[in-house]
């Protein structure tokens, strides 16, 4: 069965850092492309950064420069590294890998 889990979220203070982290077990094959939304109540989804083999990461014009994206060592884990935080970062950030539903997302909340 596959299971989708992201963490890392939490409450923080405006300038402070975070790290994301999304895995996914039980899907046999190695998954290269992959993204990271967030959404806030009331709003849509919104693409944040996306990454995949052999191509540039690419972000949101809101987060550039702040955020990284990378894929980790073991099969089918990814990160989100989001430095100088700022109070609209605060939504629920969601990864979604290609060919997997998506999770639950966690929480981030900025405080100013």
């Known amino acids: 069965q596959v299971q989708l889990v992201e963490s890392g979220g939490g409450l923080v203070q405006a300038g402070e850092s975070l790290r994301l982290s999304c895995t996914v077990s039980?899907?046999?094959?190695?998954?290269?492309?992959m993204e990271w939304y967030r959404q806030v109540p009331g709003k849509e989804r919104e693409l944040v950064a996306a990454?995949?083999?052999?191509?540039?990461?690419d972000y949101a014009d809101s987060v550039k420069g702040r955020f990284t994206i990378s894929t980790g060592d073991a099969k089918n884990t990814w990160y989100l590294q989001m430095n100088s935080l700022k109070p609209e970062d605060t939504a629920i950030y969601y990864c979604?890998?290609?060919?997997?539903?998506w999770g639950q997302g966690t929480q981030v909340t900025v405080s100013s």
């Open positions: 039980g899907y046999a094959s190695r998954i290269y492309f």
């Open positions: 990454i995949t083999r052999r191509i540039t990461p």
């Open positions: 979604k890998p290609d060919r997997v539903k």
